[in-house]
């Protein structure tokens, strides 16, 4: 089951049927599957309260994520900023929405098990986000 919520801000206008269909198809493809994946959206705020609380870190970023997964399901909470996701999608000069879904994916790719902390990983994950968005 995929959940959308939100805290301090309104709720985004996706098509939450077929964004979670997308989302079930991208993690079959890694071999998993969906067991409870949770979307909090959130303002730039409540973003860095739970990056100063939870992680340490003292500065705005796109997403959190919180993995709960046992073996190949996934679960997991992730709280996406949507002022950063749309301050990053005015930065590289994206549509908005294609931003959104990208951060989206971004954190299930995270709980398929990749990672993007060195410049290779990233770069992997880059191309594993583009895929996945051409299947939307």
């Known amino acids: ?10 709720l985004p206008e996706i098509e939450q049927d077929r964004v979670s269909d997308w ?3 991208v993690a079959a493809s890694y071999g998993k599957r969906i067991d409870q994946v949770n979307y909090i959206f959130v303002d ?8 100063r609380r939870f992680i340490g870190h003292d500065y705005y970023t796109d997403h959190i994520g919180f993995d709960n997964c046992q073996g190949n399901f ?25 931003e959104l879904h990208r951060v ?20 992997t994950m880059e191309h594993a986000e583009n895929m996945a968005l051409k299947s939307l």
């Open 23 to 25: 989302i079930g198809r």
């Open 44 to 51: 730039d705020e409540e973003i860095l309260r739970i990056n």
């Open 104 to 123: 989206i994916i971004h954190s299930i790719l995270h709980l398929c098990g990749i990672d993007d902390q060195t410049e290779e990983q990233r770069q």
């Open 74 to 98: 996934l679960a997991g909470d992730t709280y996406i900023s949507l002022d950063t996701v749309r301050t990053n999608a005015e930065l590289f000069g994206t549509p908005y929405e294609e």
């Open 1 to 10: 089951m995929i959940t959308y919520n939100a805290i301090n801000v309104p």
